[in-house]
């Protein structure tokens, strides 16, 4: 499956912890749009969707969720509670993310600028898609 998990450094004292996320160190790709998601009840379901190019590391910052990732064939879930992890998706993955903590603030950084031509809604035109 295309996704992985990516362990950010920690720079942490007795103050508290930092993460500094730094272009080409830290990223397969060059960021070029970064957007936030909270205040989503724990029983919504977002994302519904592929992308037939974008990447995306999805950081949860505060909380816990989970995603569900399905590239066509095999479906994981992946639990996010710890703001030092990123979730590496590259594209051709359906997403779907619930099981949101009341707290729960996601950070998205994306490879490339908004583009609705580059969205999937429709999941039996993405099986079509991942099959073909």
């Not at 272009?23 to 029983?43: A, E, L, M, N």
């Not at 994302?47 to 989970?66: F, M, P, R, T, Y």
């Not at 031509?117 to 429709?122: E, L, M, V």
Request: net charge negative; glycine share 6%.
């Amino acid at each position: 499956m295309n996704y992985q998990l990516l362990d950010f450094p920690i720079h942490g004292d007795h103050n508290g912890n930092l993460i500094a996320l730094e272009k080409g160190k830290d990223f397969p790709f060059d960021i070029r749009r970064v957007y936030y998601i909270w205040g989503t009840k724990s029983d919504i379901i977002r994302g519904k969707h592929a992308h037939k190019n974008l990447e995306q590391v999805i950081v949860c910052v505060s909380g816990s969720c989970d995603f569900v990732l399905n590239n066509g064939t095999v479906k994981e879930t992946v639990h996010l509670d710890n703001p030092s992890k990123g979730l590496y998706v590259k594209h051709n993955i359906w997403r779907e993310f619930t099981n949101f903590s009341k707290d729960c603030v996601l950070m998205v950084l994306a490879s490339e600028y908004y583009s609705e031509s580059d969205y999937i809604r429709n999941y039996d035109e993405f099986l079509k898609e991942s099959r073909g």
